[in-house]
């Protein structure tokens, strides 16, 4: 059996090595149109901070290493030029002698990934104007860097690339300005947790330019960047980080068919249109796990289970690929940032019926030193409790919420099921009642008719209803939800009175804890309009983009922290 692989990196070597750990006997060609056929594309922003110190640690295999260790023929500088599907052939040009040839294959896998998406921007030939999506990338803004006098830069996307680079480059004293058409950065995460990461950016010295867009270049080494909005920045050096789109060329030329995403479409076992065809990784097209449409998932942990799958399919052991979850993480300073599953904006469009709720836990117990507070986003579905998807922000351990999460999803949970995880718990690590359960807790009470809770956006959406701050009164005193009024909770018994019974009242307190308990004294009292504020002031302060210590003057602004 003869496999040919069109594509190194994380989906073309693991299906390599994977195919010659069950088939001693394969011949196996991977070719590869760069000069490295498996690099760290993920860890390219923080070697050009300084942070991944050796450039090598970067390059994962060599050509040599792996003949040496799989006995797989590594081709690189051959650039795959057509596909000839009907005679399992590959029209091949050798870029380094400019021969051409033709190779044979009895089975093909294409891993050509994504190919970086350059906006159409005036000036855009100029020689400070780059992008980083490979080795070669990466090497040039070093070099741009170390050889010339770079000051001030601009970043083109708010992505996960955009933010990575803007951070790496604040890390080397140059002053950046991150610049997104959209009006948040982040996509995967819904507004209002976006505007923790936006606040966290700015805190950093990027300066943020939300919902603009670049419209030329002016200069080649340095110059100014001209904005939609006529705003000009000046800039010694200029990425280009707009996202990625599938590389499709050559699986449309052979005839195979492109999904409606615009990724190349696989069956489950990764197979294409053609039989003797597979594909993985940033080019093919995917069912996501919960919400069942097809997307795009440009991420290295799916594209190697994908790898994986298609070499066990190719060698007789059938396997099969679920769909992908999207689950991310991204650094932004200090802060941990992850997302899985759907956000509130899929979910709506998809015409899921959900419920959102947030909660603000510690990362570990409030009396063991380093507690931080977390930020969490879950949604599931109503009335069932299966969980739809989550979003985790905070400086310590929103990684393992996320993945807690992120297998609950896996393994169809619910809720109810999240009340019961038993997980690892010392001070040090974690609380009796970890983040993770107290969302199972805080879904469960709302499905359960303990609670109606509403997220601040569908509280705005209500008629004639008021917000009851319980706080204490320095709590309120340091910023409050405008127009609510204030009767902390130790005080709300005896002064229950002051509540009018003809309008709707919105609880809130800083998290939704204490909310909860005045929430069920006033129910029990003959209440009838309630409704808990999901995330309480701190969610509020996160949805109005409002920073806590300024929520009573209502000031708010889009966190951008500089000035033209």
Known sequence: MKVCIIGGVAGGATAAARLRRLDETAEIILFERGDYISFANCG??????????????????????????????VRTGNEILAIDARHKLLKVQNRKTGEGYSESYDYLILSPGAYPL???????????????????????????????????????GGGFIGVEIAENLI?????????????????????????????????????????????KIVGDTQGKVVLNSGIELDADLVVSAAGVRPETRLAK?????????????????????DPFIYAVGDAVETTHL????????????????????????ICGHPSLYPGSLGTSIVKVFDLQAASTGLNEKTARKNNLPYQAIHLHPLSHAGYYPGAA?????????????????????GTDGADKRIDVIATAIRAGMTVFDLEELELAYAPPFGSAKD????????????????????????????ENFLFLDVRTDEEVRA??????????????????HELPRDRHLVIACRTGVRSYAAYRILKQSGFERLANLSGGYLSFCHYTNCPPAQAARNETGNGAGCRS
């Not at 104007?129 to 010339?148: C, T, V, W």
């Not at 910023?479 to 229950?496: A, M, V």
């Open 44 to 73: 390219l922003p923080y070697h050009i901070s300084g942070q991944i110190k050796e450039r090598g640690s970067l390059l994962l295999q060599t050509p040599e290493r792996f003949w040496s260790r799989f006995r797989v023929e």
């Open 118 to 156: 350059v906006p159409p921007i005036e000036g855009s030939a100029a020689a400070m104007f780059m992008s980083l999506y490979d080795i070669p990338g990466m090497d040039a803004i070093i070099a741009r860097i170390e050889n010339q006098p770079v000051k001030e830069a601009v970043v083109i």
């Open 171 to 215: 890390a080397r004293g140059i002053k950046t300005h991150l610049v997104e058409m959209l009006d948040q950065v982040m996509m995967p995460f819904d507004p209002e947790m976006a505007n923790i990461i936006q606040a966290r950016l700015a805190g950093g010295g990027i300066c943020l330019r939300l919902s603009d867009g670049v419209k």
């Open 253 to 273: 030329e052979a005839g195979l068919k492109i999904g409606p995403t615009g990724g190349i479409a696989v069956d489950a076992g990764m197979k294409t249109s």
């Open 290 to 313: 919960v919400g069942g449409m097809q997307v795009l998932v440009p991420l290295a942990g799916p594209a190697n289970k994908q790898a994986r799958i298609a070499a066990n399919n």
């Open 373 to 393: 507070m977390i930020s969490l986003k879950l949604l599931f579905e109503v009335p069932g409790g299966r969980i739809l998807g989550a979003q985790c922000i």
């Open 435 to 462: 983040p993770v359960n107290m969302a199972g807790f805080t879904g469960s009470n709302l499905l359960k008719g303990l609670v109606e809770s509403v997220t601040y956006d569908q509280a705005m959406a209500m």
């Open 479 to 496: 910023g409050r939800i405008p127009n609510s009024i204030h009767i902390p909770l130790d005080e709300l018994r005896k002064r229950i």
